[in-house]
């Protein structure tokens, strides 16, 4: 089989519109006016051949594992990206909160300091 081929319809699923009934009708009788010939049976959804299915399938498999690869990456990298704005918005809250009680000392040179050796050993770490 071809892998351009989209898979092969073997039937179609039909519902009867008072009943609820459901039936399997083939190809055939719809292209050959099935549908006309009976107007209370609504067309719900194709019923596909197996073997078109797993040939489908298999085309498909190896572009779906990549894009699955693909996406794992893309969340690790998010979740990666959260931690760090989490610890950051942690640190500035730390840094606000000491500025202030530091303000009230007249510390705030030793406090800048302090903090930019905060900064320095926290990127030498990353």
């Not at 399997?24 to 609504?42: R, S």
């Amino acid at each position: 089989m071809s892998n351009n081929k989209k898979p092969e319809i073997e039937f179609w699923l039909f519902q009867h519109e008072e009943t609820g009934r459901t039936m399997h009708v083939d190809v055939y009788q719809v292209d050959n006016g099935f549908e006309t010939a009976n107007p209370k049976l609504q067309k719900i959804k194709p019923i596909y051949n197996q073997d078109s299915l797993i040939a489908e399938n298999e085309r498909f498999g190896s572009e779906l594992n990549i894009a699955r690869q693909q996406l794992a990456g893309l969340i690790n990298e998010n979740e990666q990206l959260a931690k760090q704005v989490s610890w950051f918005g942690g640190f500035i809250t730390k840094v606000r909160s000491e500025s202030n009680k530091l303000a009230h000392f007249g510390q705030m040179d030793n406090y800048f300091k302090m903090l930019v050796k905060d900064c320095n050993r926290v990127l030498d770490e990353k």
